[in-house]
Every structure is written in structure tokens, then in C-alpha cells.
């Protein structure tokens, strides 16, 4: 950009314009399997409308998702089923664990409920409930939209961190060698 240009203003423009985008562009997979995913349907449906936050665009399949929306009891029978569907979401990915049950079994202190989904996938937002209200649901993708900016930023930040080291280094090293051959001279 800055060949074309001549200024480098673009590039810090594109950052912004792909945060925006990212953040406004969920595509959530419904991982329903109790009570909670009923609360989901509505939080999408015309009264709550989800749409509103750009998170409309449910879809079944994982390659198609980047939000996994985990609604209901997780038994551990279901886990493997859960953690490939995961695995299967291409990156960047984000989960969020939707309900009591998904967040720690719930009421379900028994040996073939997982205690929170926690235990087999990473999880960026918890909604706390039994049921959460939609209204819920929505607050937890919008702490999402702030995290992902969080990320990004801090992505970016370690990136340009590791650059100016490796520069750093680079200098280091020539002048290593620089008296490598003064020694030798
Ligand atoms: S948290 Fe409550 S409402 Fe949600 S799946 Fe569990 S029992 Fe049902």
C-alpha cells in the first residue's frame, strides 16, 4: 500500500475496517441440546432479534461458523461429539458456553454430566442461568465483541513486539560479527 500510495495511513485504516468487520460479522452454531437452546431460538427470533448485532447468520455446520453456542446439558457421552465440532470450525473461533448446565453441569451432579464444557474446549464468554434470559444471551455476545477487540489488539501488539526484537537482534548480531572480524583482523 505504501508503494502505492506513498503513505502508510491505509494499512492502520484495514486494521480498523477488519476489527469492525469481525466483530459485527458472528456466524454462531447452535450446539443445543437442553432447555437453554429454546431461550437461543428466541434471543434470534423477531422480538430479541440477534440480527441487531450482526449475529444472525446461524448456520448447522461447523465450516461455515465461527461462534460455537453451546445451549444445554453437555453429558459426557456427547463430549467427543462437541470437541469435534469444535475442531472442525476453522480459526478465528470463538465459544460461548450458554446456561448453568454448560457452564458447570448445573444442577446435574452426576458421574455422566460434564461439569462444564470447559474441560474439553476453550471458552471465551460464560452466560450465566438456568435458563439465561435471551437478554442474557445477547449481553454475553456483546462482552464477546469487546474481546475480540481485545484480542486483536493484543495479537497485533505481540506481533510489532516480536518484529522490533528480531530487529533488535538482527543489529546485535551484525555487531557480533563486526567484532568477530576486528578480532580476526
Ligand atoms: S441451564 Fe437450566 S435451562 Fe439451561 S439446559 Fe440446564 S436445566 Fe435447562
Known sequence: MKG?????????????????????????????????????????????????F???????????????????TINDKMGPVLKKIYDQMADPKWVVSMGACACSG???????????IDEIIPVD?????????PEGLI?????LKEKV???RQAHRKRLKEEKARAGTEGVGTQGVGNQAAAVSA
Open 149 to 151: 477487540i481485545r484480542d
Open 4 to 52: 502505492l500510495t506513498g503513505e502508510s495511513w491505509v494499512t492502520t485504516q484495514f486494521d480498523a475496517l477488519e476489527d469492525w468487520s469481525q466483530r459485527h460479522s458472528f456466524w454462531p452454531f447452535p450446539f443445543g441440546t437442553a432447555c437453554c437452546a429454546i431461550e437461543f431460538m428466541s434471543s434470534v427470533s423477531s422480538h430479541y432479534d440477534m440480527a441487531r
Open 106 to 116: 448445573g444442577f446435574y451432579r452426576a458421574y455422566h454430566v460434564m461439569q462444564g
Open 125 to 133: 464468554v460464560y452466560v450465566p442461568g438456568c435458563p439465561p434470559t
Open 54 to 72: 450482526g449475529s444472525e447468520v446461524v448456520r448447522f455446520s461447523p465450516r461455515q461458523s465461527d461462534l460455537l453456542i453451546v445451549a444445554g
Open 139 to 143: 449481553y454475553g455476545i456483546l462482552q
